[in-house]
């Protein structure tokens, strides 16, 4: 179990450009999620897949973002001309997703800062 | 609207002692509650979680309680140890079908001292 890898661990970008992050969940984990978390605050959810169907978007997530999980394995999260508020911490994570009751138990990795001039 | 709330940004307590991290929230559809504990620069790591049919789940040091009528949970770490400090999340969720979907307080900052 290698955990739940993310890549870049900080990006730092100029306003207006184009960013991607890199996510992969642990291998057998079929759930996968993006949050978001800025200072001072918890994790915000932002979207949620199961395998490669993106089954849920926050009213957070603007048409700006987008995010893909092609073949149900590793995900990306883009964001389009990016914008000082977008500055925060994403994380990533996945679940078994096999609880269809219960709690589902989220490992998170260790998230890309972004951080928006 | 802050459904999940912490009011306490920090704590700092003695090794040894116990800790008490408190957590509220208002949406009565959370039927699941999760804490998490968060070192800097990497990502929130499960710790202990507890379903409202329960009053107290326990796991070694770590006991969280609920109290569904008041809408509060707690988390209790006895004894302290300086390796607990980090920042702790209270986490929610609802079934129904979004038994995925967390949502977190802000969290508390616990310091333990030697």
């Known amino acids: 179990d290698t955990g739940v890898s993310q890549d870049p661990r900080h990006k730092i970008t100029k306003r207006g450009q184009n960013v991607t992050f890199r996510c992969d969940p642990i291998?057998?984990?079929?759930?996968l999620y993006w949050y978001r978390q800025t200072l001072g605050q918890g994790p915000e959810f932002l979207t949620y897949?199961?395998?490669?169907?993106?089954?849920?978007k926050s009213r957070l997530l603007s048409d700006r973002f987008s995010a893909e999980r092609p073949k149900g394995s590793f995900s990306t999260l883009e964001i389009q001309r990016t914008e000082q508020g977008d500055s925060a911490m994403y994380l990533c994570?996945?679940?078994?997703?096999?609880?269809?009751?219960?709690?589902?138990?989220?490992?998170f990795g260790s998230g890309t800062q972004l951080s928006v001039l | 609207d802050q459904q999940v709330k912490q009011n306490s940004p920090s704590l700092s307590v003695q090794e040894g002692r116990i800790s008490i991290l408190n957590c509220d929230y208002t949406?009565?559809?959370?039927?699941?509650f999760l804490w998490y504990k968060k070192y800097p620069a990497e990502g929130p790591t499960f710790l202990i979680s507890?379903?409202?049919?329960?009053d107290k789940n326990e796991d070694g040091r770590f006991t969280v309680f609920l109290n569904k009528s008041a809408k509060h949970l707690s988390l209790h770490i006895v004894p302290s140890q300086p390796g607990d400090s980090a920042v702790y999340f209270c986490?929610?969720?609802?079934?129904?079908?979004?038994?995925?979907?967390?949502?977190f307080g802000k969290g508390t900052l616990l310091t333990v001292n030697p």
């Open positions: 986490a929610a969720s609802a079934q129904g079908g979004s038994n995925y979907k967390l949502t």
């Open positions: 994570a996945s679940s078994l997703g096999r609880a269809r009751l219960g709690i589902e138990k989220l490992f």
């Open positions: 507890i379903s409202s049919i329960k």
């Open positions: 949406n009565s559809m959370f039927d699941y």
């Open positions: 291998s057998e984990h079929n759930r």
């Open positions: 897949f199961q395998n490669e169907a993106q089954l849920e």
